[in-house]
């Protein structure tokens, strides 16, 4: 497998996390679904989502509170472009637990408040 520079490194990253902010809405959205696929909240990101690459790293801007509107247990989390479409999957886990989302508890009920505190996406050397 090749190794990329920084340069191609932040180029692909950009790449990647314009996509988040592609399409004809306003915001990128960060939606957390159990498995199968129903949504059980979603929180969206700003407009633009994240700012430029840094070594490989793009770093989310803020990102708004959801509110869980259905109970059930978080299986995965998508990360989706202003229509709506799927731009990346990521994985969840409870705190400590490795996913690329980490949560105090996976399950949730209606009324739940999910927090985004940091999201960052990075290009791997290779």
Same mark, same amino acid.
């Given at each position: !497998?090749?190794? %990329?520079? +920084?340069? $191609? ?5 950009? $790449?990647?996390?314009? %996509? ?19 949504? %059980?909240?979603?929180?969206? !990101? ?10 490989? +790293? ?16 978080? $299986? ?5 472009? #202003?229509?709506?479409?799927?731009? !990346? /999957?990521? +994985? ?7 996913? /690329?989302?980490?949560?105090?508890? %996976? ?12 999201? #960052?996406?990075? !290009?791997?050397?290779?």
């Amino acid at each position: !497998m090749p190794t %990329l520079s +920084t340069a $191609a490194r932040n180029a692909a990253c950009d $790449a990647v996390v314009d %996509l988040i902010d592609g399409g004809s809405g306003s915001n990128g959205t960060i939606k957390f679904l159990d498995s199968s696929d129903t949504v %059980l909240c979603t929180c969206n !990101m700003s407009n633009p989502a994240f700012g430029n690459s840094t070594n490989g +790293t793009a770093s989310a801007d803020s990102i708004s509170s959801g509110t869980v509107s259905t109970s059930g247990t978080i $299986a995965k989390v998508s990360i989706r472009d #202003t229509d709506d479409t799927e731009v !990346m /999957e990521c +994985t969840i886990t409870v705190t400590g637990g490795g996913g /690329e989302f980490e949560i105090g508890n %996976l399950t949730v009920s209606s009324g739940d408040t999910i927090v985004v505190s940091s999201f #960052t996406v990075t !290009m791997p050397q290779s």
